[in-house]
């Protein structure tokens, strides 16, 4: 065998035509999600968590946050999980494993969705590189960090099981030292009482306002599955099921939680001079490591580079993912240098909310029904009933939560009305439209198989 085989057979494969190799290591894979959990995003976004409702204003103590971030982590992580586990022990990507579930055709329209979040998550962590860098570096030509990690993304992607190792052997080191040092240098600065609570609604038993307690676990949650729809992209190469469990729900909730509980601590010292980051940067050899952590989000947006090519795979099986790789990195870097991220959002998150149900109806026809072998052929046949499942989950979702999306949110508003429908704070959009989604699944299962041996 020679070298270049060799090194063919440890890299993901060119094609979809071609087999996924079964190479990555439990600790692997546990580097790589673990990376991934430790996001910029995290600590500028932690006040999401403190916030969890339109009105601004902390309204959750610290103690409190760290809570629902805890718990939200926590059901979002069991969940990465279980889409993980379907990877290993089938070794097909997220949307190809939709053509068991749906139909080879079917599958083409949550594939579609897919790639357009993804692509709008890869431009926007292009957008925290680049403010995450212009605030480390007081300054500069925010173009150039831009196109700097749009380059690093798409060198990445070329050799993603590489790349994955790469974090094991070097990068997770080095954002686990960070870590420590933030950690001890923000508990040296003193925090504030973490139980106080700054906000002006009160609190309900034990100081916690537990309607907004729960909005705030949810939004937790989100984060956690937002992550889903591409899990499986990684771990069919895990060499066993249990690894690609343990891994992907295991190290990601640790290391989220740890970055967010480290974002609340941030906020709790924030003076409000400065920009999001600036609680990092004034403590003794900030600078040094917060560089480890603008570095290191590249690989968020190399996932979901990578990811993208792999979803369009399932539409161009044959297309080489290196060719799609640096398409993909030099689209998402010139509009990284165009857009303004901000009014991309309620979009995202309406694309985001379809990947919840449609999790919700995998987990029941594959975990809980299915003894059958998953087919994930170029003809595999249409499953209406399971379309039907998914979309009455999707329907749950956008009732309790139709986001923020202008005419989309107005449409939704008047479905409520219709149907005398009355959203209720603690009602997690999350959770409420998986087990919808699960149990109309189940039922659907249930029938089919029954009217299938009548």
Known sequence: ?????????????????????????????????????????????????????????????????????????????????????????????????????????????????????????????????????????????????????????????????????????????????????FYAQFLRAGLPDLRANPGPSGGGPFGVDWNLFWVATDAALAVSISWVPVAADYTRHARSGRSAFGAAGGAYALTQIIAYVLGLFALALATGEGGPYAPFLHVSLGAVFFFVFVLREADQSFANVYSTAVSIQNLAPRVDRRVLSIGLGALITILALRLNMAN??????????VFVPLLGVLVADFFLRARREWNTAAD???????????????????????????????????????????????????????????????????????????
């Open 1 to 181: 065998m020679s070298s270049s085989t060799r090194a063919n057979a440890h890299e993901a494969p060119l094609t979809l035509d071609q087999p996924a190799p079964k190479v990555l290591s439990f600790w692997d894979q546990s580097a790589f999600w673990a990376n991934l959990g430790v996001s910029l995003f995290a600590f500028s976004g932690a006040y999401t968590v403190l916030a969890p409702n339109a009105e601004g204003a902390a309204q959750l103590s610290i103690a409190a946050g760290i809570l629902a971030t805890v718990l939200g982590t926590l059901v979002g992580a069991a969940m990465l999980g279980a889409a993980a586990l379907t990877g290993a022990r089938t070794g097909q990507p997220a949307m190809v494993l939709l053509r068991g579930l749906f139909g080879a055709k079917l599958s083409y329209l949550p594939t579609a969705l897919n790639i357009a979040q993804l692509i709008g998550w890869g431009t926007f962590e292009l957008i925290v590189i680049g403010d995450a860098a212009e605030e480390l570096f007081g300054g500069g030509p925010h173009w150039l960090y831009v196109v700097a990690a749009g380059v690093l993304t798409t060198v990445l992607t070329i050799w993603p099981l590489g790349s994955v190792r790469l974090l094991r052997r070097f990068v997770t080191a080095g954002v686990v030292i960070a870590l420590v040092w």
């Open 344 to 353: 991309y959002f309620g979009f995202l998150g309406l694309i985001g909310s």
């Open 380 to 454: 595999a046949p249409a499953r209406w009933g399971m379309v039907a499942a998914w979309l009455s989950g999707f329907a749950v979702y956008q009732l309790v939560n139709p986001g923020d999306a202008g005419a989309w949110t107005r449409f939704w508003d008047g479905v409520r009305q219709v149907v005398h429908f009355t959203g209720q704070a603690w009602m997690s959009a999350s959770l409420l439209s998986f087990l919808a989604a699960l149990a109309v699944a189940w039922l659907v299962g249930k029938v089919t198989a029954k009217t299938t041996s009548a």
